[in-house]
């Protein structure tokens, strides 16, 4: 009777070992690209080949070190379809869309879910709850992890747009989706892996962090929170995601990295790169969060806004949503995430989509002209002039060529023009904006998007 038994759990095993598994992401009512080639991949066992089937067409993937790949063709939004995997086993997956997909990741701020979490909610949140029911609207959430290697799998399951699953899934992604969606009028799916607290390095592959940032060592080394430690996020949270075809990524994170922001122009870059080098779909749009205000912490945080504008500017194809004016003072988690949300997809509509008749970027510093006492400042991104919408225009602050700053007016002249001046500054050379840990955002656009902290020196 033993022999029966070890037999049969041998044989089991063998069975186990021969089949064919696809990535974790393939799944029931899972959302496909489209208009790309979509990657479908995952592992096998003695099979030599594995056949994939979508739409009647059958294509055929060779395994390789019992890893196999395939690309189907592009094809338009649409669905509900069946994908079929064959080797020695058989799956189908039933409910499959074709339309647009986006990976959500970050700190706390993209994790926070759209009923509020930590005593802080959502605004909003009650009503967009209850009117979230969205079958086209698709949403997985990875489920944390960490690795000292690259994993392959991760953990987590395709949900339809319900109250009961958006409720607990990232507000800012959540929101960002409902706007894609209501405009693009087909299928979105929204990848959330995201994990509060934790800083860019933690999401950036080791191989990075030993060559583009080897002379760079001034990262979490504290082995009692290994979330923080580079690398292990990626490899946990973001490598087992890849190739999975996707449109883009939205990103949420920055407060981790403020006390060291100094490096983070350069640490955000090359982790952007690296994700784009993974995935191999060229230079994807990725768009990203500027931290919001704070009444704690520190002008560091205005340093990190800096560098992540710089970011904005100096690597291709990304964009960046200002928080400066939805802060809150005594929270580091602001409730106003559908905000943010809409904001980051006006760069998504217009950049990627389209929508070529919208403002998509609050007002970004150009350059100054000085005439006497009074400093003229001029901006991209405002084609159309600044405003206050009622707000009195705060948070300026100017400085000669003592390097000493002291508080200044501001007022917008009638073409929408920017003047600055303060009776303690006879000669200006320099003014700032918003450069402090608490701003309460007064400087807009026309379509009322918010400027970023900005400052025309490098001192």
Not at 170 to 175: G, K, P, Q, T
Not at 223 to 236: A, D, F, M, V, W
Not at 293 to 314: I, N, V, Y
Request: with cysteine; aromatic share 12%; glycine share 8%.
């Amino acid at each position: 009777m033993k022999k029966i038994i070890v037999v049969i759990a041998l044989l089991l095993v063998e069975i186990v070992a021969a089949q064919v598994t696809p990535n974790s992401l393939f799944q029931n009512n899972m959302v496909l690209q489209r208009n790309q080639p979509i990657a479908v991949f995952g592992t096998a066992g003695l099979e030599k080949t594995v056949e994939v089937i979508f739409k009647n067409k059958t294509y055929i993937a060779e395994v390789y070190g019992g890893y196999w790949k395939v690309f189907l063709d592009e094809t338009e939004a649409g669905g509900p379809f069946k994908l079929t995997i064959k080797g020695k086993n058989e799956i189908v997956f039933e409910n499959v869309l074709v339309g647009e997909v986006w990976l959500c990741s970050g700190q706390s701020n993209m994790e926070m879910p759209v009923k509020g979490f930590l005593g802080q909610p959502v605004n909003g949140s009650n009503l967009a709850v209850l009117k979230s029911e969205n079958p086209l609207i698709r949403l997985f959430e990875v489920k944390r992890k960490i690795s000292n290697e690259p994993l392959y799998i991760c953990e987590g399951y395709w949900k339809l747009a319900t109250p009961e699953s958006v409720k607990d899934f990232s507000a800012v992604a959540y929101f960002y989706g409902k706007v894609l969606q209501e405009n693009l009028n087909v299928p979105i799916g929204l990848i959330n892996s995201s994990w509060g607290g934790t800083p860019a390095e933690a999401w950036t592959p080791k191989e990075t962090m030993t060559t583009e940032l080897k002379e760079l060592n001034h990262w979490h080394t504290d082995t009692s929170i290994p979330q923080k430690l580079p690398s292990l996020l990626y490899n946990g949270m973001i490598h087992p995601l890849i190739p999975y075809t996707i449109k883009g990524v939205i990103w949420y994170q920055g407060e981790a990295n403020k006390s060291y922001h100094q490096s983070y122009t350069k640490l955000f870059s090359a982790m952007i790169n690296s994700w784009r080098f993974g995935w191999n779909q060229g230079e994807f749009p990725f768009y990203f969060v500027q931290i919001a205000p704070l009444g704690w912490g520190g002008e560091d945080q205005a340093f990190l806004r800096e560098k992540q504008l710089k970011t904005m500017l100096s690597v291709p194809n990304t964009g960046m949503a200002v928080t400066l004016d939805i802060g809150e003072k005594e929270s580091i988690h602001p409730t106003e995430k559908q905000k943010v949300g809409e904001r980051l997809a006006l760069w998504a509509l217009a950049n990627d989509y389209g929508f070529k008749d919208i403002q998509y970027s609050g007002p970004v510093y150009k350059s100054i002209s000085v005439e006497g006492n009074k400093v003229n400042v001029e901006f991209d991104y405002a084609p159309y002039g600044l405003a206050t919408f009622g707000k009195e225009l705060s948070s300026f602050t100017l400085a000669g060529t003592d390097k000493i700053f002291y508080k200044a007016e501001a007022k917008l002249l009638k073409g929408g023009e920017l003047v600055v001046w303060s009776e303690k500054v006879p000669n200006p050379i320099a003014v700032r904006y918003g450069w402090d840990s608490w701003v309460d955002g007064s400087l807009f656009n026309t379509a009322g998007l918010p400027a970023s902290s900005f400052r025309s020196d490098d001192w």
